[in-house]
Nanobody, 125 residues
Framework: QVQLVESGGGLVQAGGSLRLSCKAS????????MGWVRQALGKEREFIGT???????????DSVLGRFTITRDKATKTHDTVYLQMNSLKPEDTAVYYC???????????????WGRGTQVTVSS
């Protein structure tokens, strides 16, 4: 059974940084696009970006562009870990952050068939 497990969430002050990690297990996802989706309390889910086997993270929305960066571990054969580096955090970044994986690039969150359980990020003002 495939699992995506996020880690690294927590409480941070505005202007601070956090790095989330997501590790895949149970199946080789090296051909999958892996990315991040967040959902703030009472709001719709928001696509944050994605990354393929190689190349940079792409698809960042304006709300995080220039502050968030997605990278993927290339040191292992399976490239099974993806990271979300979040800088200059704002209170409006407070949300549950989900790791997702899908077979193709898409900004449509419904295209991602695999989801982690999420990790809470809280940014205090």
């Amino acid at each position: 059974q495939v699992q995506l497990v996020e880690s690294g969430g927590g409480l941070v002050q505005a202007g601070g940084s956090l790095r989330l990690s997501c590790k895949a297990s149970g199946r080789d996802l090296n051909t999958y696009w892996m990315g991040w989706v967040r959902q703030a309390l009472g709001k719709e889910r928001e696509f944050i970006g994605t990354i393929g086997w190689s190349g940079p993270g792409v698809g960042y929305p304006d709300s995080v562009l220039g502050r968030f960066t997605i990278t993927r571990d290339k040191a292992t054969k399976t490239h099974d870990t993806v990271y979300l580096q979040m800088n200059s955090l704002k209170p409006e970044d407070t949300a549950v952050y989900y790791c997702v994986a899908g077979v193709r690039f898409s900004k449509n969150i419904n295209e991602y068939e695999l989801w982690g359980r999420g990790t809470q990020v809280t940014v205090s003002s």
